[in-house]
């Protein structure tokens, strides 16, 4: 059983490698062409951004195929010969923490070199170290005790219930939903400062928007992302009164009133179709079937990793293969994902108003500019990857003429 898991990560970690290097030949090859879309600095410059994203992927699945194999060859028994605590309870979150901020630890200098060698280069990054410091170590205590926390219940479940599976799936859900409505309020108070957006028209114009699709929200918010990082972004977030509607100061930068109109459309789009719902479902299928294979591994998996059959060892393994899994099921939820894209895109250009599907095509396509985005990718890397349609079939199915945004950004 150990070696069919081990096969099983290796395959995994091959594939995606492969997958970035396909993406990485493609786009070295696209960006000897014209440019599309952009102008031809900024096409060349999202073309190198990309093949550096991708060959630090490359970098990155090497070192964490040898933490895995690392954990289940010596580390999790290392852990158990270590750590001792009298109660059960406080033994089972000791071990699960310390692989967490073992693992924590070990994927900093990632975390470093993409903000601060790469993203820098390109110039996103606009936080500094001591920030970056302050919002690690925020994560870390916040991580540290709300992880505790769940550790804690998962190890009530199964040494309480034989279907110990199900009802931890249905904790973690809930923790995820829960999650989802406070991720607003806990960015707001750790990390972001939020303030209501000052201009009144755009805030008027913003909510009659939503009072067409009968979005209620407690109100429109500006984030200070900017002294982060220069990429633009927004987002819904909570769910029933709790909602909130976030924009980037970036955003409201870049981008016009009826460009960012437009935007807003679009992701109101996703609630009057209930995408977020959709999503939702999607997690917890993916949730579910984790634990449902990680409830009923046999015990001559322990056996071979020469551990017994506890919950912080059935934790950390779940912790362990989870990337596996996501990535099995990202192809579906990608599919899902880009039709409702499409969905969104044209009720977007709807609510916008005469001439939408225009403003809508002039936000995206800004939006690609800033976040130095390369237009053009290798169908397998999409196929893996994105849960948004290329920007150009999405030009396209707003029926916007491509070449003539080319000329127009060139």
């Given amino acids: 059983m150990l070696m069919n898991i081990m096969v099983i990560y290796s395959i995994y970690v091959l594939i995606s490698i492969y997958v970035s290097v396909m993406q990485i030949g493609f786009v070295n090859d696209a960006k000897k062409k014209n440019a599309v879309l952009l102008g031809q600095a900024e096409y060349l410059q999202a073309a190198n951004y990309s093949v550096a994203k991708e060959r630090m992927s490359i970098l990155s699945s090497f070192v964490y195929y ?8 010596f580390g999790i028994a290392y852990l158990t010969n270590t750590i001792f605590f009298e109660s059960e309870a406080v033994l089972n979150i000791a071990i699960v923490m310390s692989f967490v901020v073992i693992n924590s630890f070990l994927s900093l200098p990632f975390t470093y070199y993409e903000k601060f ?30 992880g505790s926390l769940v550790v804690w219940v998962i190890y009530a479940i199964i040494s ?13 859900f809930g923790v995820i939903v829960l999650i989802n409505m ?40 500006v984030s200070d992302a900017s002294k982060r990082d220069g990429r633009l972004n927004a987002y819904f977030g909570g769910f029933g009164k709790a909602k909130r509607v976030v924009l980037f100061d970036t955003l409201i930068e870049k981008l016009t009133h009826k460009e960012l109109l437009a935007v807003l459309g679009h992701e109101l789009g996703h609630f009057a179709h209930g995408d977020i719902y959709k999503n939702i479902g999607l997690v917890g299928a993916m949730l579910f079937a ?19 059959q506890e919950p912080y060892v059935v934790m950390i393994l779940l912790m362990l293969f989870m990337p596996v899994l996501g990535f099995l099921m990202m192809p579906i939820m990608g599919i899902v994902s880009r039709h409702n894209e499409y969905a969104a895109d044209k009720m977007g ?4 108003g005469m001439g939408g599907e225009i403003e809508l095509a ?15 990718s290798h169908p397998l890397y999409i196929f893996f990857h994105y849960t948004h349609p290329p920007v150009l079939e999405r030009l396209k199915e707003l029926g916007v003429d491509v070449n003539n945004m080319t000329k127009q950004y060139s």
């Avoid at 606009?126 to 870390?140: E, H, N, Q, R």
């Avoid at 303030?195 to 209620?216: A, H, N, R, Y």
């Avoid at 984790?290 to 015990?299: Q, R, V, Y």
């Avoid at 250009?349 to 916008?352: M, N, T």
């Fill in 160 to 172: 309480s219930f034989s279907l110990w599976w199900l009802w931890s799936f249905v904790f973690i």
């Fill in 66 to 73: 040898l933490f895995f194999t690392a954990w289940l060859g």
């Fill in 349 to 352: 250009s709807e609510l916008a």
């Fill in 117 to 146: 060698v790469l993203d820098a280069k390109f110039g996103f990054n606009k936080s500094s170290v001591g920030l970056w410091l302050k919002d690690t170590l925020i994560s870390f205590v916040v991580t540290l005790v709300l």
């Fill in 290 to 308: 984790m634990f449902g294979i990680f409830g009923n591994l046999p015990e001559s998996l322990y056996l071979e990793l020469g551990m017994p």
């Fill in 182 to 221: 406070l991720y607003p309020a806990f960015r707001a108070m750790f990390f972001d400062k939020l303030t209501p957006l000052q201009d009144e028209e755009l805030d008027s114009q913003i909510k009659e928007l939503m009072d067409k699709t009968g979005f209620v929200s407690s109100g429109v918010f």
């Fill in 362 to 376: 002039n936000a995206l396509t800004k939006l690609v500019t800033e976040n130095k985005s390369f237009p053009l």
